[in-house]
């Protein structure tokens, strides 16, 4: 069965810092992975991806797929308080309408 | 407001009883997911619509759920014989290539 798995599962830095979020994934067959902000109640789209090395990019956030090793990163330079939040990361098979979600990454920045 | 709305935000229910929660999607999207999120989770896919055609149910909903989307507009999820295990954030979304979600129905079954 397909499978997104996030890493780390919980973080903690200082506003200023740089954040690498991890979302591995194990397919059958790739159409599309995005990425989500959950604050308080409803995910915020953040970005999709559907090529390999090519970075997708708005603001202090940007994101990276590598089709070939199964995984995307999401950065985020110059962290600030609102950052904080689970930041989801989601694998739409092709051929269903659904996306599998991981468990996320809750972000914490301290000021 | 333009967004994905939800209603009620809040629900709560004694066991055994029906529930039905309405989702009010962006106007000109035609295509409708519910999901489901428990603590500590990421959402659960329930169901899709696409205009009033349901066309992907999750297998591990049981029958006590139902959905449904007349003249492709407004969705309603109806759980009959609430358990404790439902109590959950249910969510809802609409989308064209990605998906817009809304606020969220909390249910909590007492």
Known sequence: EDKVV???????????DT????????????RS???YKQEKKAPTF??????????????????????????????????????SAVYLCAHEPPGTYKYIFGTGTRLKVLA | DTGV??????????RGQNVTFRCDPISEHNRLYWYRQTLGQGPE????????????KSRLLSDRFSAERPKGSFSTLEIQRTEQGDSAMYL??????EAFFGQG???TVV
């Open chain 2, 5 to 14: 709305s939800q209603n009620p935000r809040h629900k709560i229910t004694k």
């Open chain 1, 46 to 83: 953040l970005f999709m991806l559907t090529s390999s090395g090519i970075e997708k990019k708005s603001g202090r956030l940007s994101s990276i797929l590598d089709k070939k090793e199964l995984f995307s990163i999401l950065n985020i330079t110059a962290t600030q308080t609102g950052d």
């Open chain 2, 105 to 107: 129905t909390r249910l």
């Open chain 1, 33 to 35: 992975l995005l990425w």
């Open chain 1, 6 to 16: 996030q890493s780390p599962l919980s973080l903690v830095v200082h506003e200023g």
């Open chain 2, 92 to 97: 809802c979304a609409s989308g064209g290539t």
């Open chain 2, 45 to 56: 896919f329930l169901t899709y619509f696409q205009n009033e055609a349901q066309l992907e």
């Open chain 1, 19 to 30: 954040v690498t979020l991890n979302c591995s994934y194990e397919v059958t067959n790739f």
